[in-house]
């Protein structure tokens, strides 16, 4: 039986009240520390007197040297100092994706969301978390939906003010935005205000640098853009070429996106199959391949304005732009279609992942036919038809037939069990 390990490395979170809110364990811990690690602010509380053997470390530059600094100190006392909860956007979740977590102890303090939602009566689990903290602002486009309330963290004290002209940008002058400073502090201040009133407020209202903003979005918007797939053509810039609502629909039914999965967009195009994968979950990755920078101008264009500046564009044709890159989840062909490409996502593909193919020509049509005789999987044929002017009456117009291949592949222990 395995015996347990006693963790050598505490993350431990502070308030706005500083030292003053910890408990008996935490001081005991960093008492105890040899190598203590934080901000220039958390490091500036310690009092030199009880901690004289510790070392004081500041984050390194690059932040991602911390992990091999961490790692030969394994075994001695280290303490992390943080603020509020480590484990909600902190520093705690980004060290428990390094080290195991029976060697990590983690204290949290109550963070800046449930201190939020307590002073504005929110119930927690009915609002978005998120933050612009280290991230683009435009990742809160995809929230802006009808009665939501967001509680944001902010970036500092510029951020009220920027999220409040996005705001108006999209035409939601009456949401109500509050800013809590400080929380928990002595120093604790709360402003309400709309964001048509902010955003004109100009430098006569400032803000301090540590602060919350919660976002009350009116129950009426003249614009907003659901995150289940199927978004309206016009929502994308493009040059024509694009698949379209309805294909669309299908396609990423069939992908099955999921949090943490990783999408192959091969001959992204305008980028709309892998920007709405983007937009079902905050997670979720995607890798655009597309040789014509025009069209990826306008993939980037709709990421960011659609709120998933994560989408990642490789300047190339697949294969050769795909070779030594993560394994997919998911693969989406669009563009491009060769059985060179086929055979190279279907290598590529995580065992139980989803490959769906598109083709319109009767030649792209053929290979999926072959495909589907050789592997199984479904084969559709997507016929859409519109209703459209004819004279004084309407009549059925049809769009160009897309033929489509899903395939889902196997596991290899279901293989195993065909097997036998």
Aim: glycine fraction near 10%; charged fraction near 25%; include cysteine.
């Amino acid at each position: 039986m395995k015996q347990p390990q006693t963790p050598w490395l505490s993350v431990i979170g502070i308030g706005e009240d500083g030292l003053d809110g910890l408990g008996d364990l935490a001081w005991s811990l960093i008492a105890q520390a040899k190598v203590i690690y934080g901000g220039a602010r958390h490091l500036a509380m310690l009092p030199d007197v009880m901690i004289c053997d510790a070392e004081k470390r500041g984050w390194p530059q690059p932040f991602s040297h911390v992990f091999d600094e961490l790692d030969a100190l394994r075994g001695t006392s280290v303490v992390v100092l943080a603020s509020g909860d480590p484990m909600y956007f902190g520093i705690g979740g980004t060290l428990a994706r390094h080290f195991p977590t029976d060697e990590m102890r983690i204290l949290s303090y109550p963070g800046s969301f449930s201190l939020a939602a307590s002073r504005l009566g929110w119930p927690l689990d009915k609002v978005a978390k998120l933050t612009i903290h280290g991230r683009s602002i435009e990742t809160l486009l995809p929230h802006y939906l009808p009665g939501a309330r967001l509680l944001v963290l902010s970036r500092d004290g510029k951020s009220p003010r920027e999220v409040a002209d996005q705001l108006l940008g999209r035409g939601i002058e009456e949401a109500e935005l509050t800013i809590l400073e400080h929380l928990g502090g002595m120093a604790e201040r709360i402003v309400t205000m709309s964001a048509k009133a902010l955003a004109k407020s100009g430098e006569t209202q400032s803000f301090a640098d540590l602060n919350v903003l919660a976002i009350a979005l009116p129950e009426t918007l003249s614009f907003w853009l659901p995150l289940q797939p199927g978004l309206p053509d016009e929502a994308f810039e493009h040059d024509g070429k694009m698949t379209k609502r309805d294909i669309r629909a299908s396609a990423l039914a069939k992908l099955m996106p999921h949090p943490g999965a990783l999408l192959w967009d091969v001959g992204t195009g305008c980028g709309s199959v892998a920007i709405e994968w983007l937009r079902s979950h905050p997670s979720c990755r995607a890798i655009g391949i597309e040789p014509q920078e025009k069209r990826r101008i306008l993939a980037r264009h709709n990421a960011d304005c659609l709120g998933v500046p994560s989408l990642q564009l490789i300047a190339d044709t697949a294969p050769d732009g795909l070779k030594g890159k993560d394994a997919p989840d998911a693969v989406f062909i669009g563009g491009g279609l060769s059985r060179e490409v086929v055979d190279f996502c279907l290598d590529a593909l995580k065992p139980g992942g989803r490959l769906v193919a598109h083709a319109v020509t009767l030649r792209s049509e053929h290979l999926l036919l072959e495909l589907f005789e050789e592997y199984g999987g479904d084969l559709t044929r997507l016929a859409i038809s519109r209703a459209t002017p004819v004279g004084p009456y309407f009549g059925w117009k049809p769009s160009m037939p897309v033929t489509q291949w899903a395939f889902t592949k196997v596991l290899k222990e279901q293989d195993e069990k065909q097997d036998q």
